[in-house]
């Protein structure tokens, strides 16, 4: 496929044959069974392109070599949690120098910039976790929960820490268990103005998205303030029944936490309505909002909500009827039948049938965050030792992805990232006329490299290429690197094209290779700037910006 129809598959401008990209049709010709097909590198990179952040050649090459199970047990393995944040450039704070944590030390307003400082350094923090999670799901399932649970633009820093590492540590345990953490976390309770809702004042924010976005999904409208799966006035039932908490925000307060006042909250009964069977619940006190979500969790259609997300996440967005039947309710059946611990029925999506099917390769349009880490972590650009310089180049990563419309603790709105839930364009809302250039500068600005306080960062692209087993080779050489970075083959006229157009043709390229790889430095800045043009060249390809 050349690169005009490539961009035009992008940018949702044409249709596609079936011999092209798949870019938004899911031909379902297979189930939620286990794969027993060929284990390969193409599948090995397929499932860790959507489990891991800019898989490398070697880790790619270890989950050929170790099979489908193996890998599997691998991405899954337990995590202790990472070490703090810490400040890296602010020297305001008496308490706290640089190079220290400030997550369990009070905020305190009067110190120009401080919290700003801890945004900055959590920001850093976040991107370092994704630079070193490695081979392990992890962090994927920590950014899936954080686009689910959405909290944004929380003012205080250490809330925001508390908040996603709660997510990290649940990431891969119990969906309801999760729900319940939720429900009383700081962030949620300030974000969805929790804390404000009172026997005397109900506040419907956070029932209304508990249902809607959270758990179990509206479904059709049935009738004026009826929904297939709840009724507006379950809304507000559920709200009374979530009254009572706050969370503590003076300044001096060393630890960020949650907490119920028995004298706001509404200990009358509340009447759900026949989408909930009818309920009553009554008074339970502080341990009322569990009642809540016990209730909520009797609806298989909460499984069926979850699942959907799930597959959207890691698969497809395309939900058509053959996948709601032979994928989506499988998964939910698992789920209730695991009483929502998540792992199973993860580990079985990622080992189906379904998910190596040739279709499914390719077919997503990476994220921002997977974009900038199949250059980081793919290449493993090098960073300052010194940590906190280290950081400093980090949150400078961090902002500079910022305009294409993926930003961590900032999401638009309570529905999280339009591209997994905007019909009918989904992933496509990513590449659009704004943040294509975008994409294309930042790639080419890694491959040539800037300064941050006198260091270099760079793709160093020699080391990546003495990796590949035969770069001496232009097919061979363009080929792998194709298959590392790309979810599909590339077409051999596009492998001419790139030879011809960086001079990497036999037999010159394979007589200067192996010349500077036997020794010849001289001839380091030609092989380096001819590797460096291919590769920019490569990263601007549409082929690399799906996966």
Same mark, same amino acid.
């Given at each position: 496929m050349n690169r005009r129809v490539s961009l035009a598959l992008l940018m949702g401008k044409q249709k596609k044959s079936a011999s092209e990209?798949?870019?938004?049709?899911?031909?379902?010709?297979?189930?939620?069974d286990t794969y027993t097909g060929t284990w390969g590198f193409e599948q090995a990179a397929h499932l860790l392109r959507r489990t891991t952040f800019g898989p490398t050649y070697a880790q790619i090459n270890q989950a050929t070599s170790d099979g489908l199970n193996a890998t599997i047990s691998k991405l899954f393995e337990n995590q202790s949690l990472p070490a703090d944040p810490i400040y890296y450039n602010f020297e305001n704070d008496p308490n706290i120098a640089n190079g220290e944590s400030w997550v369990d030390e009070p905020t305190n307003n009067q110190i120009s910039?401080? =919290?700003?400082?801890?945004? %900055?350094?959590?920001?850093?923090?976040?991107?370092?976790?994704? %630079?070193?999670?490695?081979? =392990?799901i992890r962090e994927k399932m920590l950014l899936f929960w954080h686009n689910?649970?959405?909290?944004? =633009?929380?003012?205080? /820093?250490?809330f925001q820490h508390k908040y996603i590492n709660l997510l990290r540590e649940n990431a891969l345990g119990n969906f309801r268990e999760l729900v319940e953490l939720i429900t009383v976390d700081p962030s949620m309770l300030q974000y969805l103005n929790g804390t404000q809702n009172s026997k005397n004042a109900p506040n419907e924010n956070y029932s209304r998205e508990l249902l809607e976005l959270f758990t179990i999904g509206k479904g059709d409208a049935a009738g004026p303030g009826d929904y297939t799966n709840y009724t507006e006035d379950d809304v507000v039932q559920i709200a009374r029944a979530l009254t009572g908490w706050k969370h503590f925000d003076a300044d001096d307060l060393t630890q960020v936490q949650s907490d119920f006042r028995p004298n706001r909250h509404d200990t009358g009964d509340k009447q759900?309505?026949? %989408?909930?069977?009818?309920?009553?619940?009554?008074?339970?006190?502080?341990?009322e909002y569990k009642t809540v979500i016990d209730i909520i969790f009797q609806q298989?259609?909460?499984? %069926?909500?979850?699942?959907?997300?799930l597959y959207r996440w890691f698969v497809h967005f395309d939900i058509n009827s053959e996948v709601e039947t032979n994928i989506i309710e499988p998964m939910a059946q698992m789920l209730i039948a695991d009483s929502y611990d998540l792992q199973p029925t993860i580990k079985a999506l990622?080992?189906?049938?379904?998910?190596?099917?040739?279709?499914?390769?390719?077919?997503m349009i990476t994220h921002p965050i997977d974009y900038l880490f199949k250059m980081v972590n793919t290449f493993e650009l090098e960073l300052n030792p010194d940590i906190l310089q280290e950081y400093n180049i980090l949150r400078r990563l961090f902002r500079a992805i910022?305009?294409?419309?993926?930003?961590?603790?900032?999401?638009?709105?309570? /529905?999280?990232?339009? /591209?997994?839930?905007q019909t009918p364009q989904y992933y496509k809302i990513w590449i659009n006329a704004v943040t294509l250039p975008v994409r294309m500068n930042f790639s080419d600005t890694l491959s040539e490299g800037y300064n941050v306080s006198g260091f270099q960062v760079k793709l160093n692209v020699l080391a990546f290429t003495a990796s590949l087993?035969?770069? /001496?080779?232009?097919?061979?050489?363009? =080929?792998?690197?194709?298959?590392?970075?790309?979810?599909?083959p590339l077409a051999q006229e596009q492998v001419d094209s790139l030879k011809a157009s960086h001079g990497i043709t036999n037999p010159e390229w394979q007589n200067e290779y192996l010349d500077y790889s036997t020794g010849n430095t001289s001839l380091e800045p030609t092989i380096n700037n001819k590797l460096k043009g291919l590769v920019k060249t490569m990263l601007k390809m549409p082929e690399f910006y799906l996966m």
């Amino acid at each position: 496929m050349n690169r005009r129809v490539s961009l035009a598959l992008l940018m949702g401008k044409q249709k596609k044959s079936a011999s092209e990209l798949t870019t938004s049709v899911t031909t379902v010709t297979n189930t939620f069974d286990t794969y027993t097909g060929t284990w390969g590198f193409e599948q090995a990179a397929h499932l860790l392109r959507r489990t891991t952040f800019g898989p490398t050649y070697a880790q790619i090459n270890q989950a050929t070599s170790d099979g489908l199970n193996a890998t599997i047990s691998k991405l899954f393995e337990n995590q202790s949690l990472p070490a703090d944040p810490i400040y890296y450039n602010f020297e305001n704070d008496p308490n706290i120098a640089n190079g220290e944590s400030w997550v369990d030390e009070p905020t305190n307003n009067q110190i120009s910039g401080l =919290n700003n400082a801890r945004k %900055r350094s959590l920001e850093a923090w976040s991107f370092k976790i994704i %630079r070193e999670s490695g081979m =392990n799901i992890r962090e994927k399932m920590l950014l899936f929960w954080h686009n689910h649970f959405v909290v944004s =633009n929380t003012n205080d /820093a250490r809330f925001q820490h508390k908040y996603i590492n709660l997510l990290r540590e649940n990431a891969l345990g119990n969906f309801r268990e999760l729900v319940e953490l939720i429900t009383v976390d700081p962030s949620m309770l300030q974000y969805l103005n929790g804390t404000q809702n009172s026997k005397n004042a109900p506040n419907e924010n956070y029932s209304r998205e508990l249902l809607e976005l959270f758990t179990i999904g509206k479904g059709d409208a049935a009738g004026p303030g009826d929904y297939t799966n709840y009724t507006e006035d379950d809304v507000v039932q559920i709200a009374r029944a979530l009254t009572g908490w706050k969370h503590f925000d003076a300044d001096d307060l060393t630890q960020v936490q949650s907490d119920f006042r028995p004298n706001r909250h509404d200990t009358g009964d509340k009447q759900l309505s026949n %989408r909930f069977n009818d309920i009553i619940i009554t008074d339970a006190g502080e341990d009322e909002y569990k009642t809540v979500i016990d209730i909520i969790f009797q609806q298989d259609e909460v499984a %069926r909500f979850i699942s959907r997300k799930l597959y959207r996440w890691f698969v497809h967005f395309d939900i058509n009827s053959e996948v709601e039947t032979n994928i989506i309710e499988p998964m939910a059946q698992m789920l209730i039948a695991d009483s929502y611990d998540l792992q199973p029925t993860i580990k079985a999506l990622l080992s189906s049938e379904h998910f190596y099917d040739l279709s499914i390769r390719g077919c997503m349009i990476t994220h921002p965050i997977d974009y900038l880490f199949k250059m980081v972590n793919t290449f493993e650009l090098e960073l300052n030792p010194d940590i906190l310089q280290e950081y400093n180049i980090l949150r400078r990563l961090f902002r500079a992805i910022a305009p294409l419309e993926m930003v961590m603790y900032s999401h638009p709105n309570v /529905a999280g990232w339009k /591209a997994y839930y905007q019909t009918p364009q989904y992933y496509k809302i990513w590449i659009n006329a704004v943040t294509l250039p975008v994409r294309m500068n930042f790639s080419d600005t890694l491959s040539e490299g800037y300064n941050v306080s006198g260091f270099q960062v760079k793709l160093n692209v020699l080391a990546f290429t003495a990796s590949l087993d035969n770069p /001496a080779d232009p097919d061979d050489l363009i =080929n792998e690197i194709a298959s590392i970075l790309y979810a599909q083959p590339l077409a051999q006229e596009q492998v001419d094209s790139l030879k011809a157009s960086h001079g990497i043709t036999n037999p010159e390229w394979q007589n200067e290779y192996l010349d500077y790889s036997t020794g010849n430095t001289s001839l380091e800045p030609t092989i380096n700037n001819k590797l460096k043009g291919l590769v920019k060249t490569m990263l601007k390809m549409p082929e690399f910006y799906l996966m």
